[in-house]
């Protein structure tokens, strides 16, 4: 098939996921879009590389000065969601509140701007790190959030990954590439990088397991599941070959655990059981931690295709931990990479071994807020993990896809720098964070049903309530047999 052939295959065959995917019976604001381009921006190459302009340098450059294009282009994208929340008023406010550790961790992040060596660069970079939570913000506070995130993973999932393929197959040049030094061929897809198509695909491949899920569990046979059916299944077989043939062995991983997870806390035991979601939970993030870092030796590394130094990692973070300016609270915002001092020891210490990041989330932070911006991430991860199991009580479909994220985000970090500003995994952490916290509280989440409101207007959860969700994405109540 010629590429002028293959592309008009592939915009059919995207119209037709999107016409498959169609549901009248339940409406989502428009300023929905406005996640779904930023997440198909980051998740894939920025603007000005669409437009044809040159990538960004490659890894050990130091940037100080990023392109004006996409700085606008994501400019845009932010000030026309901060428009859409100050329309939306008050919900914002009780989201924001309710989410206090993440509110101490960017608050820190900004303080950290006075002690960098790159105050400008870092305060620009920090902005950029609020748009993350700023689209999250319109999904959750949408009039059928559930709806809005089910369209959330549909739309970039239907977009970004049939792209990717096309780019691989029948566009090698753009699609794909070839190891330095090794000489190895890899694919990206529409990213830059193996590990991006990795990652943007893992964490779209577990909102499409969850959205199959749900509608082959559901007990309602709505006329349009099948068709619904087809175009979340075609998407879930696209992102499983992409995530084959990228050869992302964290990514990978993390999917399988994704992946089990949520179908473990679709069991009925699980459900009524709540508590055996943690001995679950630390089981998986035991064996998940011990193979992925220990290994047991050799042989599990090459089983998982790593050598037994985890293709380097262990000599990276040998050699930037000494490096830290500050172990209390690191070099600033962003700013750890940005020292040329830093890349000069690099390269006495690691001859030929260009970085620009440490791959390991929890060193990343480290290097950049210390053991300050560690114990904020800690606390993040905790209170994440609190919020998204008592959502898994009240909602256990929606619970267990929070709990799914939270867990691989702990994992991913371990071998790859998974808490960054514009990076999916982090973006689909705080969703998850953000959504339990919805969820536990009843905020927000009912607007298909009747609600008590609080004196302020609020949407709340009336007591003793099960939330279920249908194949439309409506949340349900039900009373609970408590």
């Not at 101490?104 to 305060?123: E, K, N, R, T």
């Not at 995130?149 to 999932?157: A, M, V």
């Not at 009240?394 to 267990?400: C, F």
Request: aromatic letters at 10%; charged letters at 15%.
């Amino acid at each position: 098939m010629s590429p002028s052939l293959a592309n008009l295959v592939y915009a059919c065959g995207i119209a037709g996921l999107f016409y498959l995917n169609r549901d009248n019976s339940v409406r989502t604001s428009q300023a929905l879009w406005l996640p779904v381009v930023y997440i198909c921006v980051v998740g894939s190459r920025p603007a000005s590389v669409w437009l044809g302009m040159r990538p960004p340098a490659s890894a050990g450059a130091i940037q100080l000065d990023g392109n004006p294009l996409d700085a606008a282009f994501l400019g845009v994208l932010l000030i026309a969601a901060i428009c859409v929340l100050v329309h939306r008023g008050r919900r914002i406010f009780t989201f924001l509140n309710a989410n206090w550790p993440i509110l101490i961790y960017f608050f820190f992040c900004l303080l950290s701007v006075c002690w960098s060596d790159f105050p400008a660069v870092a305060f620009k970079r920090w902005i950029k790190a609020v748009g993350d939570v700023v689209m999250i913000l319109i999904v959750v506070t949408d009039d059928q959030p559930v709806a809005a995130l089910s369209r959330l993973f549909s739309r970039t999932s239907f977009i970004l990954l049939p792209l990717s393929l096309l780019f691989i197959k029948y566009y090698p040049s753009l699609g794909s590439g070839y190891d330095e030094w090794t000489g190895a061929r890899f694919n990206y897809g529409v990213t830059l990088n193996k590990n991006m198509l990795g990652v943007i695909t893992f964490v779209l491949l577990l909102g499409a397991v969850w959205r199959v899920l749900a509608l082959l569990l559901s007990d309602e046979m709505p006329p349009h599941r099948g068709r619904i059916l087809l175009a979340q299944g075609t998407s879930l077989a696209l992102g499983i070959y992409l995530l084959a043939i990228a050869n992302s062995v964290t990514s990978n991983v993390c999917f399988v655990i994704g992946t089990g997870l949520i179908l473990a806390t679709s069991l009925r035991f699980m459900r009524r059981h709540a508590a055996a979601v943690h001995v679950l939970v630390l089981l998986l993030l035991m064996t998940s931690s011990l193979v992925m870092l220990l290994g047991g030796g050799d042989s599990a590394a090459k089983a998982l295709g790593r050598n037994s130094n985890l293709t380097g990692r262990t000599d990276i973070w040998a050699a930037v931990i000494p490096l830290a300016p500050n172990p209390l609270v690191g070099a600033g915002f962003e700013s750890f990479w940005l020292s040329k001092n830093v890349h000069e020891r690099l390269a006495e210490a690691e001859p030929g071994l260009p970085l620009n990041e440490a791959h390991d989330g929890y060193i990343e932070v480290y290097l950049e807020l210390g053991w300050v911006g560690l114990a904020l991430i800690a606390l993040l991860l905790i209170d994440g993990y609190r919020r998204s199991v008592k959502a898994f009580r009240r909602a256990p479909a929606l619970g267990g896809l929070m709990i799914a994220y939270i867990l691989t985000s702990m994992v991913y970090s371990l071998t790859e720098a998974g808490f960054r500003m514009l990076d999916p995994i982090w973006i689909f952490f705080l969703l998850a964070v953000i959504g339990a916290s919805a969820i536990a509280a009843g905020v927000g989440v009912l607007a298909s049903q009747p609600l008590i409101r609080s004196s302020d207007g609020v949407p709340e959860l009336p007591a003793k309530r099960n939330l279920t969700v249908n194949p439309s994405g409506r949340i349900m109540v039900e009373k609970s047999n408590g």
